[in-house]
Nanobody, 126 residues
Framework: EVQLVESGGGLVQAGGSLSLSCAAS????????IGWFRQAPGKEREGVSCINSSDGSTYIVDSVKGRFTISSDNAKNTVYLQGTSLKPEDTAVYYCAASVLWCSGGYFQADEYDYWGQGTQVTVSS
């Protein structure tokens, strides 16, 4: 059974940091790219960052570039999303997802992803 389990969300003050984890199981980790998405209330789900497990190459969207970092530990089948200088507009449910397609800036959309975690809430207070 494929499982993606996010953890690490919570309440953070503006200017603070976050550290999210996505633990994957039930599939060959190295064959997939793992993406992080977020969805704020009343807004569409948007991509944040993705990483190709096979070689560690990454893509990160401009809106969080310089503040968010994605990394993976293939030995643990886990992908991390770390953020600093958080803003209230970073408040959202954060999801990780898995896709067999290559992660790149050319096309990073939710409909590319086959498996999803349940999400973890991140709330940034002003």
């Amino acid at each position: 059974e494929v499982q993606l389990v996010e953890s690490g969300g919570g309440l953070v003050q503006a200017g603070g940091s976050l550290s999210l984890s996505c633990a994957a199981s039930g599939f060959t980790f190295g064959d997939y790219n793992i993406g992080w998405f977020r969805q704020a209330p009343g807004k569409e789900r948007e991509g944040v960052s993705c990483i190709n497990s096979s070689d560690g190459s990454t893509y990160i969207v401009d809106s969080v570039k310089g503040r968010f970092t994605i990394s993976s530990d293939n030995a643990k089948n886990t992908v991390y999303l770390q953020g600093t200088s958080l803003k209230p507009e970073d408040t959202a449910v954060y999801y990780c997802a898995a896709s067999v397609l290559w992660c790149s800036g050319g096309y990073f959309q939710a409909d590319e992803y086959d498996y999803w975690g349940q999400g973890t809430q991140v709330t940034v207070s002003s």
